[in-house]
């Protein structure tokens, strides 16, 4: 590998909300040693604080990363999120400013899908109300309202990974499964695909696993409880937004709802030290659980090899494969060479003005990679001869440069 032109030891990795040790472990094995490492999720201050100075943050769901923070965050080249969903970063400032998005798309999956199976089983058997009355000495030895999960209707709300991931494992316990999704999807197994509505009406029970975006935000509401069936499940494993929660106090209250899992709430405690806030702890029938979807030891440790060591990729040769807001560029090892990375708007002219530098420099270009998405322009630049002073004087200033860094 070739030297890069920052020390290693002088890149600031910033690891927040107890990333796993194995994102640590494969950092510093890359030679990366500078890591700050916090058990907790950061805010305010104390975010802006450890954040100014770093190069690499690394995140779960909770640490919020937004325009502000990025703000201060002036050396900061990329953020992993060791998750699945992103919607804590504004990734439309963080492309703005240079900075690539990385996150771990598969690792926690058949964490989730098993525990939302799981609670389909107990909440069909009314285990969650049951176990709640016989810690108060209550005795309710009864099989009304008690069933089998075996040919029951199962509906998914959102039939990407996750989604896809439950609904074989429910096939496998004869149940049988639709989803609703805006994109057509190919079912697997016998799953078929209906209208949301359809869903709602036939399901007995509902699994949401969309991600946090503008149409999924209070997408199952009154109108929604309404439509479902009477004695159904509703389970939430995906984020706080997506339940209107009065409304789902209204359709228990009511008891047109059998029971409901939540594993995620629109307001979640910042730490395990502060208390839990929310009208569905008054409900015995309701799994309520701490946004422990994906905290398996088994998810956790893949989750940090796999977004650590996208990091040290994108940190030592310039690859942002699986990127999720910059285009992605795959990078031989170029020794002997020197790197170039250049973040720029998609407008017309970028390319044929970083060219021209090189070209009125008699500088050879050996190698060059250039990827676009709708917004942004990535291309990395292999030259054999140093041209760190040209870069600074030049390159920073071609019009539409979002960020502009020497790698070696
Ligand atoms: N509870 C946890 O700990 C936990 C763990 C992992 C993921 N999650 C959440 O689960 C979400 C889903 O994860 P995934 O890996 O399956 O994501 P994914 O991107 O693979 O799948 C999401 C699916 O939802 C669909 N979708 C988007 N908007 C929709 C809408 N309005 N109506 C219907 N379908 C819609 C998409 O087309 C896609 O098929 C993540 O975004 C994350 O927020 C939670
Ligand atoms: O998006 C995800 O993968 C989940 O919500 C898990 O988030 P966490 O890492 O904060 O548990």
Known sequence: MAKKSLD?????FLLLEGVHQSAVSLLENAGYTNIEYHKKALEGDELLESIKDAHFVGIRSRTQITREVLEAAPKLNAIGCFCIGTNQVDLGAAVERGVAVFNAPYSNTRSVAELVLAEAILLLRGIAAKNAAAHRGEWMKTATDSYEIRGKKLGIIG????????????EGLGMEVMFADTVNKLPLGNATQVSLSQLLTTADIVSLHVPETASTKNMIGPKEFEQMKKGSILINASRGT???????????RERRLLGAAI?????????????????????DNVFLTPHIGGSTMEAQENIGMEVAEKLVKYSDNGTTVTSVNFPEVALPSQDGRHRLLHVHKNVPGVM?????????????????????????????????????????????????????????
């Not at 039939?159 to 429910?170: C, N, P, T």
């Not at 594993?263 to 569905?280: G, H, R």
């Not at 291309?379 to 019009?399: H, M, R």
């Open 242 to 252: 997506v339940v209107d929660i009065d409304a789902l106090c209204d359709a228990l």
């Open 352 to 408: 044929s003005a970083i060219n021209q530098i090189f070209s009125e420099n008699n500088i050879n270009i050996s190698g060059q990679y250039l990827q676009t998405n709708e917004n942004v322009g990535y291309v990395v630049i292999d030259v054999d001869q140093e041209y760190g002073e040209l870069a600074k004087s030049k390159l920073k200033d071609v019009t539409g440069t979002l960020r502009c860094r020497i790698l070696f």
């Open 263 to 283: 594993d995620v709430f629109p307001v979640e405690p910042k730490s395990n030290s502060d208390e839990f806030i929310s009208p569905l702890r008054e409900f």
């Open 8 to 12: 290693k030891a002088k890149i600031k």
């Open 159 to 170: 039939y990407g990974s996750i989604g896809m991931q439950l609904s074989v494992l429910a």
